[in-house]
């Protein structure tokens, strides 16, 4: 896995206002070789994975709340399953989330990556919205 995610606190995340939360382990689950599919992809339902998980994957469905406070930041593996249960507070929960790669990976669909962003499967993926953010070549003196 050439892929990291970081998901940065805007404000204090708790259990009340929605915070994120893991499953630990579960970036190891797959179907076939490949990852468990994505079951909400505004990963606002955090119990609609369960429609696909084998019964010992049930039993391991043990969300751990992230808790982070303002300012702080976790990195997860990207096929760690991951989400946040609603808002029940009268305050936002804002976060920023940025996904990492390492350079030299190629696009392996032809569908939107991000709004308005194609890559073509087999393509390199660079440009304005994949930035190479850190090359060897640039502490060369």
Not at 36 to 42: E, K
Not at 73 to 85: E, I, R, W
Request: net charge negative.
């Amino acid at each position: 896995m050439m892929h990291l995610t970081v998901h940065i606190a805007l404000d204090d995340q708790t259990e009340q206002n929605g915070a994120l939360h893991y499953i630990p382990g579960s970036h190891r689950w797959t179907r076939n070789g490949a990852p468990i599919p994505v079951t909400d992809f505004n990963f606002k339902d955090m119990e609609s994975i369960k429609e696909i998980l084998t019964p010992e994957e049930k039993q391991a469905f043990t969300p751990v709340c992230g808790k982070l406070k303002k300012g702080c930041a976790s990195f997860h593996h990207p096929l760690a399953v991951h989400g946040s249960y609603g808002n029940r507070s009268d305050g936002p929960r804002r976060a920023a989330v940025l996904n990492y790669f390492a350079d030299g990976v190629y696009s392996d669909t032809d569908e939107e990556l991000l709004k308005g962003s194609v890559v073509p499967k087999g393509q390199k993926m660079d440009g304005q919205l994949y930035p190479l953010v850190y090359d060897t070549n640039w502490m060369m003196c």
